[in-house]
């Protein structure tokens, strides 16, 4: 029998968790494929090994060495109540998106999640949250509903390899074996990190937070700063933005970005 008193994510969580997971439901983001489309076009990708490969650099460099960390102490800051600390860091975050599509993404899907967090929920979320595009936005929504950050970044990153391993299934082809096995791989890469990351983000907060929520903009930007450098994270990807901005001027494609 499995011992369920020692389960801590709550049956309303679990749904919760499964519902921002989801590609389909609420924000149809199966309609990007985040650079995969490129990549296959550009003979990048080509097989099972090698959209493995690619997806588990992806993972490394811009899922766990980058968006989880500014999700996480986007969550922080928020659960703090240091509102101008987690905009800046959300700020950032936009202005690091580095190909139009990139943008254009990031911003259609915090629409559509607002869409549905408005019209299903009834939150009535403030317009200028989404405004720095959807990570930002699950981040708002995940403290919200009083996520941890392990399930928020397990969340987050989950969604994102799902969608990518979906579209090489479209796309390459692959066999639905062949991307369940990748998938597999991906979530197994992604869980052997999740805790371990997520200390590193709560501990970096800890130790560079402000005492004060009333900083001049300048100290923000150098705390931001400092977080990065404490986190070791950056989202210089100029090979992945390559690919998206090839995208952009792709004869045929089946997805928007």
Known sequence: MIDTSAQS???????QL????SSNLPIGSYTYSQGVESAIESGVISDEASTLVFMQDY???????????VLGLI????????????TNLAHDYHAGLESKEFVLESQQLAQAMVSW??????????AEIPEDGYLPLFAH???HWQLSLA????????????????????????????????LWQLQSDLGAQIDALSDDVQHAFDTLRPSSDSLEEQDYQQLCQDLYESLNISN????????SSMHEEQYSRLFRS
């Open 18 to 21: 499964l519902m921002l997971a």
């Open 75 to 86: 969550m922080l800051a928020l659960g703090q109540g240091n509102d101008a600390l987690a």
């Open 236 to 243: 210089n990807l100029p090979n992945l933005a390559i690919l």
């Open 9 to 15: 994510t709550q049956p309303d969580q679990l749904g």
């Open 151 to 182: 399930q928020s970044m397990t969340t987050y990153g989950f969604a994102q390899l799902e969608n990518m391993v979906l579209a090489a299934v479209k796309t390459v082809p692959l066999g639905q074996m062949a991307g369940q096995r990748i």
């Open 141 to 143: 929504i995940a403290q």
């Open 117 to 126: 967090l408005n019209e299903v929920l009834s939150l009535g979320i403030p």
């Open 59 to 69: 993972l490394a460099l811009a899922v766990i060495g980058y968006e989880l960390p």
